[in-house]
């Protein structure tokens, strides 16, 4: 099985191995919120995941349109892949049908998705168990995100800062990523491969933005809002169930 792929339109997906996680915060973390119960959750199996949220380019090749707020080049900046946004939950979504039905994908028998809730945050700590994937403290977040220190009040290109240790970048801060689920209380307990309640009202978004402050970027934050909003600090990143030969 491949460490990483690259799909037929230049996007980058790690693998991320399977494993049991605290998922949650402690109360003793900083700045936690009322959401962020504890308890253990356990990714029974490996599966992909974008190395970057999508970029515009790439939401342009698939979709034929750009919605975001933030378009062109940042001057000084060779890299100019600024992530997409201004894109609801119902856009990540159709983004994912339509990247799976292009010939080469459907070929391969790659089926997009987004990662759910559980699946973003275990890969967001990559093995840590701080508030941060690098840290307790807050005091390097400038070396890993873009977010109100140092934004300059906008989105930055992805891949610029630190990645995880697990080789993801803008896990923290730059864009707002939308996760598969619908937001719900954690159930209590140990639990496999949670995906929320079938039917509810709000649909999960992780890992702050560009406008917020640190503790908004940790690792356990977690926030939900009506599927069909749009803003300018809301992005995604795609996930893949791991087949057994990707190509």
Known sequence: MKHEITNSIGMKLVLIPKGTFMMGSPES??????????HEVTISSDYYLGVYVVTQSQYEMVM????????????????????VENVSWNDAMGFCKKLSELPEEKKAGLVYRLPTEAQWEYACRAGSKTAYSFGESSQSLGDYAWFFENSNYRTQPVGQKKP????????????????????????????????????????????????????????ANRYGIFPSNRFPNFGFRIALSSPETPE
């Open 64 to 83: 034929a349109d750009n919605p975001s707020y933030y378009q062109g080049n940042i001057v000084g900046n060779q890299n100019t892949d600024l992530p």
């Open 29 to 38: 973390e900083d700045e936690r919120g009322e959401g962020e119960f504890q």
């Open 164 to 219: 995880n240790a697990w080789g993801l970048y803008d896990m923290h801060g730059n864009v707002w990523e939308w996760c598969s689920d619908w937001y719900s209380e954690y159930l209590k307990g140990a639990i496999s491969d949670p995906a929320g309640p079938k039917e509810c009202s709000f649909r999960v978004y992780r890992g702050g933005s560009w406008i917020n402050n640190a503790s908004v970027c940790r690792s």
